[in-house]
């Protein structure tokens, strides 16, 4: 069967509900394979693909009174094919719903036999008869939103808990909305003004960040990695909660710096950058392919100051003699503050998975720690929203810790829907000095 979009997008939904790649990854490795000649055909599988998984729950409940058996029931291909096909239905306008049927019939005739492709066919009609199924029957209101926006019960629940009804409802409404793109200057060769010159003359619509002095949001002109300019190295494609971060760590000049998790490089490199290239920073990562990611990060931006190196963080103080003046642990975590980007997050994690990183991240923590100088400074962040694996893992901490306090006043917690940015969580904490 020739690769189409519709194609692509239903190979591309099948792989990420049965495997574990997550969908960012799936489908630009999917895109590459597939070398689809049209832009709007590549731009129409991450529209349908994202679409879907985004918007799942909502499209099995509206499903489920035409299936005897229940969507679950389903060959993993026919259920990927009737949530796609509903999904045009539903959500996007201009695609006609007589070509939705008609395509999905013939991937049907083609995938399978003839009695799939008649139940699809007769799935699809019976749904476009039929009025759009009321989500006003459901009486428990965390189920009722979990429906509508399509999110887990338990994800809401621990939401409701942490910010109340009306900020959680904002926050699964957001998960639903394409993030912005987003690009931080390499500020050793060119000032943001300038960068946004650039890329104005290669036809890039662009406009400045509101809480990062660095970024730029790139709203058309194609994909910026395209420009010649990401070629040598002035920009990093990046959320701008990331590029939050190493302000945040202030690091100076000079200083000796530890980035514990580093790849694929994002911070560390911002790091670089601020400290104008002066000083040294170590880049650890524990896998090798990852270390060979923050390599090619440095390279391109054309950094000089930063050494990497592939090992697992908890084993750096049996490995290391150095102290650090500053340390970033951006820690592994659930990622809850990154649905925009990657929406099968909301299928994938499990309602335990939080505790079991905590663990982990807690681990890591005191590792990392016992490596920052007397009055130097730590910072302890991630891309996710729950508090177990935020304020809980640095309270144990503290309290484990005597030789550590948190500098008051030094804690964020940025959620998507505050300047449209990724969720994010930063902290900072010091090693009080030999003098105190
Ligand atoms: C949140 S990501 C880091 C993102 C990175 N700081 C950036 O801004 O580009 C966490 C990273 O931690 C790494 N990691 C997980 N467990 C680790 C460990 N025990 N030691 C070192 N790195 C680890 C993962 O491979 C992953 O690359």
């Not at 394979?33 to 909502?58: A, C, F, M, P, W």
């Not at 699809?124 to 039929?130: C, N």
Request: aromatic share 6%; with cysteine; charged share 30%.
């Amino acid at each position: 069967m020739k690769a189409t979009a519709r194609t692509i997008a239903l190979d591309a939904l099948i792989q990420i509900e049965q495997g574990g790649a997550y969908s960012n990854l799936t489908l630009q490795k999917l895109l590459q394979k597939n070398k689809l000649e049209d832009s709007r055909d590549r731009h129409l599988v991450t529209e349908l693909v994202y679409g879907t998984i985004q918007h799942q729950r909502y499209i099995d409940f509206l499903l489920q009174p035409f299936l005897k058996k229940g969507v679950d029931a389903l060959d993993q291909w026919v259920k990927q094919l009737l949530r796609v096909s509903v999904y045009q239905f539903v959500k996007l306008d201009r695609i006609p719903s007589h070509a939705v049927v008609h395509e999905a019939v013939e991937i049907a005739k083609k995938k399978g036999h003839r009695g799939i492709s008649g139940m699809v066919n007769g799935v699809l009609r019976s749904f476009l008869r039929t009025p759009l199924r009321s989500t006003e029957t459901i009486k428990d209101d965390v189920t009722r939103l979990g429906m509508e926006t399509s999110h887990p019960d338990w994800m809401i629940k621990r939401w409701v808990k942490q910010f109340g009804w009306e900020k959680t409802k904002q926050l699964c409404e957001d998960n639903n909305r394409p993030p912005q793109v987003t690009i931080r200057t390499n500020t050793i060769k060119d000032s943001r003004a300038e960068l946004i010159e650039k890329l104005q003359e290669e036809g890039f619509e662009v406009k400045e960040t509101t809480d990062s002095p660095y970024g730029i949001i790139v709203q058309s002109g194609g994909h910026v990695v395209q420009s010649k300019w990401f070629e040598q190295g002035y920009f990093t494609i990046q959320d701008e909660s990331s590029m939050l971060v190493a302000p945040f760590v202030d690091p100076k000049p000079g200083m000796v710096v530890l980035d514990a998790c580093a790849a694929p490089g994002g911070k560390t490199t911002h790091l670089a950058e601020y400290m104008k290239d002066e000083g040294s920073v170590l880049a650890v990562d524990m896998h090798p392919h990852k270390e060979k990611l923050i390599r090619t990060n440095i390279n391109r931006l054309g950094l000089t100051c930063i050494e990497t190196q592939t090992m697992d963080a908890r084993k750096l103080p049996d490995a290391r003699q150095t102290e650090y003046d500053r340390i970033l642990l951006d820690a592994p975590c659930s990622g809850l503050g990154v649905i925009r980007r990657k929406p099968d997050l909301k299928w994938k994690k499990k309602e335990t998975d939080s505790a079991d990183i905590a663990a982990i991240q807690y681990d890591l923590l005191v590792a990392v720690s016992k490596l920052l100088k007397p009055g130097g400074q730590l910072v302890y962040s991630t891309c996710t929203l729950e508090e177990i694996e935020n304020q809980d893992v640095v309270q144990k901490f503290l309290e484990n810790e005597p030789s550590f306090r948190q500098i008051e006043g030094e804690q964020k917690l940025i959620l998507p829907q505050d300047f449209g940015s990724d969720g994010f969580y930063m902290t900072k904490l010091e090693r009080i000095g030999d003098e105190q």
